[in-house]
C-alpha cells in the first residue's frame, strides 16, 4: 500500500488569489490522480498527473486554472489558480500502480472568501 | 460516459444488523472496482478491489460482490456497529485506472 500525505491540510484564501497544494507517495508510483470533492458531494476527477510532461484534464478543468505539476514518481502539486468562492472544496491526491487499489491522501480543505 | 448510481443516498439502522448497500455502473468495460469509506471531514480509506475478472471480495465483516455483465456491484456488511457510520463509495476504474465515483452512501448505525 502507499501512504499519502497533502499540504496544506486546509486553508482559507482571498478571491483572486492562488493555492498551490503539495501531494507526496512514500513509494514510487504509476499513476496520481487530483480529484476535487464539492461541498455535500461526491468525488470528481481533475486531471491525471503526468510524470515529466503536461497533465491530462478532464473534461471542464483547464490548465489555466489548475496547474498541475508532477516532477518525479512520488511527489505533484496541484495550483488552485485566480480563486473564487465556487473553488471552496476538498482537494484530494490519489496513487496507485496500473489497474491496482487506489490511495487517497487526506485531502485539503479550501475556503475562499 | 461512465455513470455511477448508488442506492440507497442514505441508510440508518440499529446496531447488529446485516445491511446491503447496491452500486450501478452504465458502462461494463470496467478494470475494476473499489469501494470506500469516507469519515466527516476526511480523506477516503479503501475498503475492498474487485479486479473486473473477480466476483467478490471479501475482508473480516465486509463482502462486496461484482456482476459486471449487469453494472452492479454490492457491498455486505454484516452485524453492522457504530464505527461503521461513514460515507460508502463506490468507484469504477475504466483505461488509465480514472476512477468514477457515485455518489455515496451515508450510513449512521445506531447504538
Known amino acids: 500500500s502507499a501512504v499519502i500525505s497533502q499540504k496544506p491540510s486546509r486553508d482559507i484564501c482571498q478571491r483572486g488569489t492562488s493555492l498551490t497544494i503539495q501531494c507526496q507517495v512514500d513509494s514510487q508510483v504509476t499513476m496520481m490522480f487530483w480529484y476535487r470533492q464539492q461541498p455535500g458531494q461526491s468525488l470528481t476527477l481533475i486531471a491525471t498527473a503526468n510524470q515529466g510532461s503536461e497533465a491530462t484534464y478532464e473534461s471542464g478543468f483547464v490548465i489555466d486554472k489548475f496547474p498541475i505539476s508532477r516532477p518525479n514518481l512520488t511527489f505533484s502539486t496541484l495550483t488552485v489558480s485566480n480563486m473564487s468562492p465556487e473553488d471552496s472544496s476538498i482537494y484530494l491526491c490519489?496513487?496507485?500502480?496500473?489497474?491496482?487499489?487506489?490511495?487517497f491522501g487526506p485531502g485539503t480543505r479550501l475556503l475562499v472568501l | 460516459k461512465q455513470e455511477v448510481t448508488q442506492i440507497p443516498a442514505a441508510l440508518s439502522v440499529p446496531e447488529g444488523e446485516n445491511l446491503v448497500l447496491n452500486c450501478s455502473f452504465t458502462?461494463?468495460?470496467?478494470?475494476?472496482l473499489q469501494w470506500f469509506r469516507q469519515d466527516p471531514g476526511k480523506g477516503l480509506t479503501s475498503l475492498l478491489l474487485?479486479?473486473?475478472?473477480?466476483r467478490e471480495q471479501t475482508s473480516g465483516r465486509l463482502n462486496a460482490s461484482l456482476d459486471k455483465s449487469s453494472g452492479r456491484s454490492t457491498l455486505y456488511i454484516a452485524a453492522s456497529q457504530p464505527g461503521d457510520s461513514a460515507t460508502y463509495l463506490c468507484a469504477v476504474s475504466n483505461a488509465g485506472n480514472m476512477l468514477t465515483f457515485g455518489g455515496g452512501t451515508r450510513l449512521m448505525v445506531k447504538p
Open positions: 474487485i479486479q473486473s475478472s473477480q
Open positions: 458502462d461494463s468495460a470496467i478494470y475494476n
Open positions: 490519489s496513487a496507485s500502480d496500473r489497474e491496482e487499489t487506489q490511495y
